[in-house]
């Protein structure tokens, strides 16, 4: 087969874009690849109906030990031309009809196991050697992953070692594990344009349909199970970065058996998040603080109404219905179509305009996944109503988070002017929590174990002109290891005593910290 089999890809198709379509005209093909002993769907031909699913293998995730076997043992090149045919089969049947995600996997196995089938006649017609049936099974999953999944990077997805992926083109792919280990990994496409075209094809079926071209080239999706993806096009290379989400359902107990936050600093937060105090969590990227937002807001009360404002889903408090009973979830929207005269595309939506909507919902708390931008100046207004909200930033530490919220603020426009921000800020934000991740070595360099946990939390309050706020190190970084109590907070002590803070236990680590001091 050459490159121009596979030239017409079904981007649109409604499985992807769930949509119904319009009817075919007549004699219309939607691609010009086609299976040897599949038969074309025209009008004058019915759809054949897909064998029964009794037997149907719909395994979650690749086991563990098929991995490497999988990773290296498929013909992707095949599984680019099985992944054209299975999406015109499953938009021909899906004709008029809605489907769930669950029903368009049952429906995609019988199609994918039509299509091996037929493909196994034709061999044997021809006289050539069959597939073994774990070869079989092995092309039938890959085919799955390239149409509903992440084809080539599914294996790495499914991998439990790996942390993140790091792509700086398609034959430069680099997986740093759980404990820091880097390693170099196969070519998970095989050219850029290839890899390009499987992100477009990612943004265009996602319950969040985006673009990604060379007018848009930026990428930001949540892939089914709570991975991250990013991609940008006008890099040197393509780049791709997948962060895995390991851990969702977590409290600040967890994190304090994970070395993560010592028994005091974790009583301190659980009152303070009670108390209804606003926290902002800093950190470098991937250093936790997602979740900790999420241990933080297991605090919450089950039944207060939440509302949570990200660019792309990762918190997913929403698909915690037993620890929060009522969560209305906001992601940003990037639109459709060219950009008008004020740079906005159809249906877009960003995190301003979901706050500003969100005032009407009655909301008891607010988290918002990241401050990036002038999104900070709406947050301030929200904290204001003193409803506790938590949020996340960028910063390489708990002061340089407090400056980096009075620089995004000004973003909002000239009417915010440094000083304005910085006395908003200090009236409004109580706490933040800084995230250090620190990486040992080994005696030969290379990477060792990962040691995430909190190092710093500052209470913040208003201060003289110019800085126009004070901070005050209720927790204070000790070498290696989490925060120590360091200062009893200034004006968060009786309501955090009101919240069931522990007053004795906070006090005799702070004596036992001065003593040792």
């Not at 999988?70 to 008029?96: C, K, N, P, Q, T």
């Not at 303070?272 to 800093?282: C, D, E, N």
């Not at 918190?315 to 929207?333: S, T, Y």
């Not at 990241?370 to 003193?386: A, H």
């Amino acid at each position: 087969m050459t490159d121009h089999d596979f030239a017409d890809d079904p981007l649109d198709l409604p499985i992807f874009g769930g949509q119904t379509p319009a009817p075919a005209p007549v004699g219309r093909v939607r691609s010009t690849w086609r299976y040897p002993l599949s038969k074309p769907v025209g009008e004058t031909e019915p759809t054949p109906e897909p064998p029964p699913i009794t037997t149907v293998w719909v395994p979650d995730a690749v086991p563990a030990h098929r991995l490497v076997e999988y990773r290296s043992g498929v013909d992707w090149g095949l599984v680019a031309g099985f992944r054209v045919a299975a999406s015109e089969r499953l938009s021909d049947l899906m004709r008029g009809a809605l489907w769930d995600k669950a029903e368009q996997h049952r429906q995609g196995w019988a199609v994918i196991r039509q299509l091996l089938d037929e493909d196994a006649a034709d061999t044997l017609a021809r006289g050539e050697k069959l597939r073994t049936s774990a070869e079989q099974e092995a092309l039938a999953q890959a085919v799955f992953d390239a149409v509903f999944r992440l084809g080539r990077l599914q294996p790495l997805v499914d991998d439990p070692e790996i942390e993140n992926i790091m792509i700086t083109r398609h034959d430069r792919v680099v997986t740093e594990l759980s404990d820091g280990t880097m390693r170099r990994v196969d070519p998970v496409a095989d050219s850029d344009e290839e890899l390009a075209e499987f992100m477009a094809f990612l943004a265009a079926r996602s319950d969040n349909p985006r673009p990604f071209t060379p007018a848009n080239p930026s990428l930001h999706l949540t892939l089914d199970g709570g991975s991250r993806l990013a991609a940008a096009r006008d890099t040197a290379g393509l780049s791709v970065m997948i962060r895995r989400h390991r851990v969702r359902d977590v409290t600040l107990a967890d994190l304090v058996e994970w070395g993560a936050l010592s028994p005091v600093a974790a009583d301190f937060l659980r009152a303070a998040v009670k108390a209804r105090k606003s926290i902002v969590v800093s950190g470098a990227q991937g250093v936790g603080k997602t979740t900790l937002v999420r241990a933080l807001c297991a605090e919450i009360d089950p039944w207060e109404p939440i509302g949570t404002f990200e660019s792309e889903f990762e918190l997913f408090l929403h698909e915690l219905p037993d620890q929060h009973h009522i969560v209305h979830a906001w992601e940003v929207r990037a639109g459709s179509g060219e950009r008008g005269a004020d740079g906005r595309s159809a249906g877009m939506r960003t995190i301003e305009e979901q706050i500003i909507d969100s005032f009407r919902f009655s909301l008891g708390r607010q988290i918002l996944g990241e401050i990036r931008g002038p999104e900070v100046w709406q947050m301030i207004k929200l904290m204001e109503s003193g409803s506790g909200s938590i949020s996340t930033t960028h910063a390489a530490d708990g002061q340089a988070a407090i400056r980096k919220l009075i620089t995004c603020a000004m973003e909002a426009g000239p009417q915010v002017s440094q000083e304005l921000a910085a006395a908003k800020l200090a009236d409004t934000l109580d706490l933040v929590v800084h995230l250090t991740c620190d990486v040992t070595h080994t005696a030969d360099g290379t990477l060792g174990r990962k040691n995430r946990y909190v190092s710093e939390i500052l209470e913040v309050t208003p201060g003289e002109r110019p800085r126009g706020f004070a901070t005050n190190t209720i927790f204070a970084p000790a070498v290696g290891r989490c925060a120590i109590a360091y200062t009893r907070p200034d004006s968060l002590w009786d309501d955090l005593i009101a919240a069931g803070l522990n007053a004795l236990g906070f006090e005799r680590e702070l004596a036992d910290n001065r003593r040792l001091a």
